[in-house]
């Protein structure tokens, strides 16, 4: 095809990048390094005559470093065969240099939803009741007309995101929340529902000949959503019905005006013959190609540089079947995992997936970025390819939590004593010995993917329910407040907050109120809040509402400044905007973030609102307090160990190294913060940074820290605060005269690694000796999927010391788990 071999790629992948230097091509790369780890982009670059990397978001700057680089370089072609968003300014800016493979309304015609409803009406071909609404809030109107049941598709999300199946209009309600939740206000097709089986076609195409490679099966979630939860390739399909299918893609790439490349086209065979459902020009996801070549040998990834270079690329039959299955389990927290071994030995198996371990999430599979991993296998047909298919997935267990729920009584066991009868929201296990140790009863409502059995036995009686949803939670109140007359509600855990201060109004148990617990756990509310009642503690914050909110905030504001949830913790989900240039990266990965559906630490909490405010220079500290009737307590001052770079706290020490005024200053606004607040009674988690304005508030929480920061408390005070929290409405401690004499110190580090895979965890039986060690807690095993630090749950385990003095337990921590823990990564030698 052309005597030149040198090529511009963008967002080449790093296999397309080897495929085409051994088809004897030199490529430059061009890639957005927010994409990619960088030992990624290293393997990309290995293989590259240049890696070039720009902001993807940024187009001018992507189209001109195309350019400058094609022109520099003397390239033949310029080749895009990644993700759809950058394709169309790739291909004008190659057609306009005379290196397009593709004409730019060919990339347009097949990549955007709407414009390929118009090219197939105007050629008569695949007949599908279409509208295009320019923004969600007109969906409702054209369905008053269109009916129902009915397709809504975001012209601009990838993945399934925000695809849907609409039967009313409550679930029309239901998926304007949810594109609210992606951030996203852009075009919508409102298509008819097309029922039957879905298909994709694989082709190539050189020089306007489109080869069939062939036609893969789909498995496809039933309901609303279009979640895929496996392919089958090839399809077993009557030769007559993948002709007419092959012959209703070709038509549609030549109407397009596809000359040269893979071409990825959906399709459902109705009841009226094969109708297109979407096409995209580029290879098939899902490992698509991969169970090309195992059921052919033809590498359809190869084959498109064979083509480039003038080489035959026909396709060849297949002689077996290639199927992936994606596994589809219960939401849940992870106990246990059996059978990846026992599935990795199987000779058919020929791919495994499953990046999950002990005390990791299972989220909600509600697009392809949160399916739950796949297994690879070949057979001699498509009958035997599901069946291995279904064995393998059989091979795996997983164990959750929420698989122990039938272990519950709903009677007491033992007389209840109303005014020793505690009502418990949630709270992992240790709380509830504490309870049974001081001679309480205790109502725990506990939610299924929380529980533990141990608990069954500490509690007197247990419901398993939401407890973050009050109007679950209310009804059961209701009920054991009559049966039993509890004295007190409490929740120790950030998802029941809110709902122990509904209790504690509902019932007048004093306590702290929703009111309160709900403007801490609302850090927007709290901003608003602070800047009426306690402005020397107020910074500028607003809500996100879109990608332009956000320059609109730089702009009234200045840079740098903050862009987090409203209601999540552990440094989740949280970005830095240092400059304007930081805008749109900042943007896409909120949508990141919000496409993924829950926070990873919890689950519990479904990723919304975001709110931006101002940055706030200086040293973070947290402080531990305790109010007693309204008097505020400080029981520790905590320094937080940290890098700039992200927010992951590498962890914590006290008591903190403070002067004496900044010390005082401290405590001063911390009471100053509470009052202002409302909290009353109980523990508190607040986080400040010395400005250099004084100590301004981050976040404050009417529960105990996290980190094992309560270890380090009661080892250098000798102070229980979770004991307290529970004792305290009960009258079974006495309320602290002030602030507690350090006896010792503390430092808990977490433990963090290298993007990777763990091959080997050691030293743990070691630290755990040491007599100056408190905890090794370390979840990192072999195969735990390590990624870079971005918030706490990225940690890989934490390990906390004591020493004399604050300076002596930092080193020592830092000491021991520079020199006596190893976590070896694959590859390390």
């Known amino acids: 095809m052309t005597e030149n071999r040198r090529i511009l790629m963008v967002q080449p992948y790093r296999q397309l990048v080897e495929k085409a230097v051994a088809a004897g091509f030199e490529v430059w790369s061009l890639w957005d390094p927010a994409l990619q780890s960088e030992d990624y982009l290293r393997d990309v670059a290995r293989h590259s005559a240049e890696l070039l990397l720009t902001d993807f978001d940024d187009e001018a700057a992507l189209r001109a470093l195309i350019r400058e680089t094609a022109l520099a370089h003397d390239v033949a072609h310029v080749l895009h065969l990644g993700r759809e968003s950058t394709m169309l300014p790739a291909a004008e800016e190659a057609h306009a240099l005379g290196l397009a493979l593709n004409p730019p309304d060919a990339v347009r015609s097949l990549n955007d939803k709407a414009a390929m409803r118009r090219l197939l009406a105007e050629h008569g071909l695949s007949p599908v009741r279409t509208a295009v609404a320019g923004h969600p809030d007109e969906v409702p109107g054209i369905l008053d007309g269109f009916g129902y049941p009915a397709v809504v598709k975001p012209t601009r999300l990838q993945g399934s995101a925000g695809v849907r199946r609409l039967s009313g209009p409550r679930e029309l309600e239901q998926w304007r929340r949810e594109l609210a939740a992606f951030g996203y206000d852009g075009p919508v097709i409102v298509e008819e529902f097309l029922s039957g089986p879905e298909f994709s076609v694989e082709t190539l195409s050189t020089d306007g000949v489109h080869h069939v490679v062939g036609i893969t099966e789909k498995q496809v979630t039933e309901g609303p959503l279009f979640v895929e939860t496996g392919q089958l390739f090839p399809a077993p399909l009557p030769a007559e019905t993948a002709r007419a299918a092959a012959e209703l893609v070709t038509s549609l790439l030549d109407a397009a005006g596809h000359r040269f490349g893979p071409a990825h086209t959906e399709i459902i065979l109705t009841a009226d013959g094969p109708r297109v459902v979407e096409s995209q020009a580029r290879l098939g996801g899902d490992r698509i190609p991969h169970l090309i070549r195992l059921a052919t040998g033809y590498d359809i990834e190869a084959a498109v540089f064979e083509a480039l270079a003038g080489r035959p690329c026909a396709p060849r039959p ?431 580090r977490g433990v963090t690694g290298r993007p990777g895979t763990v091959a080997e965890v050691t030293g743990v039986a070691e630290l755990r000796a040491h007599p100056d060690v408190l905890v090794v807690d370390i979840a990192a095993r072999k195969g735990s999927v390590v990624r870079a630090a971005r918030d706490n749950w990225d940690r890989l385990g934490m390990v906390a010391v004591t020493a004399e003095d604050t300076a002596k337990a930092v080193l020592l921590c830092e000491e021991l788990v520079a020199t006596r823990l190893t976590v070896r990564m694959e590859g390390d030698r």
């Open 318 to 748: 297949a002689g077996r079947t290639g199927a992936i299955s994606f596994f589809q389990l219960e939401p849940g927290t992870v106990e246990r995992v059996e059978g990846l071994d026992a599935v990795e030995e199987l000779d058919h198996v020929h791919d495994l997936h499953f990046p999950f371990g002990p005390g990791d999430e299972l989220p909600v599979t509600v697009h392809s970025g949160s399916r739950h991993g796949f297994v690879v296998v070949t057979g001699a047909d498509a009958d035997q390819a599901r069946r291995r298919a279904r064995e393998a997935q059989a091979l795996l267990r997983v164990t959750r939590r929420s698989e122990l729920v039938n272990a519950v009584h709903k009677e007491p066991d033992r007389p209840m004593v109303p005014e020793r009868t505690l009502l418990v929201l949630g709270h992992l296990t240790e709380p509830l010995r504490i309870a049974r140790d001081l001679g309480l009863n205790v109502i725990l409502i506990q939610h299924k993917d929380k529980f533990d059995p141990e608990q069954v036995r500490l509690a007197d009686v247990t419901f398993i329910a939401d407890f973050t949803d009050w109007t679950v939670v209310e009804p059961l109140a209701r009920a054991a407040h009559q049966l039993w007359n509890f004295s007190a509600a409490i929740s120790l855990t950030e998802p029941g907050l809110e709902i122990a201060g509904r209790v504690n109004d509902l019932f007048g148990l004093g306590g702290t109120g929703y009111e309160t617990a709900r403007l801490l756990r609302d850090k927007l509310a709290m901003r608003r809040h602070l800047a009426a009642v306690a402005p020397r503690f107020a910074v500028g914050a607003e809500p996100l509402t879109g990608r332009d909110s956000l320059a609109a905030f730089g702009r009234a504001h200045g840079y740098p400044f903050v862009v987090k949830p409203v209601d999540l913790t552990a440094g989740f989900g949280i970005f830095k905007v240092s400059g304007p240039e930081d805008v749109d990266a900042v943007w896409e990965r909120v949508g990141a973030v919000r496409d993924a559906g829950v926070d990873r630490g919890t689950t519990l909490y479904e990723v919304h609102d975001y709110l931006i405010e101002e940055y706030i220079p200086g040293p973070e500290f947290s402080v531990e307090t305790f109010s007693f009737a309204g008097r505020h307590v400080v029981v520790a001052i905590t320094e937080k160990l940290v890098d700039e770079t992200h927010f992951a706290e590498l962890g914590h020490a006290l008591p903190a190294r403070l002067d004496p005024d900044d010390e005082r200053a401290v405590e001063e606004a911390v009471a100053a913060f509470l009052d202002a607040m409302g909290v009353q009674d109980g523990p508190g988690h607040t986080e400040i940074r010395l400005s250099p304005r004084g100590p301004l508030v981050i976040e404050g929480h009417n529960r105990n820290g996290g980190g094992h920061i309560q270890t380090l408390v009661e080892a250098a005070y000798g102070i229980d605060l979770t004991r307290y929290a529970i004792a305290w409405p009960f009258g079974l401690v006495d309320p602290l005269d002030g602030r507690p004499e350090a006896r010792a110190a503390g430092c808990a």
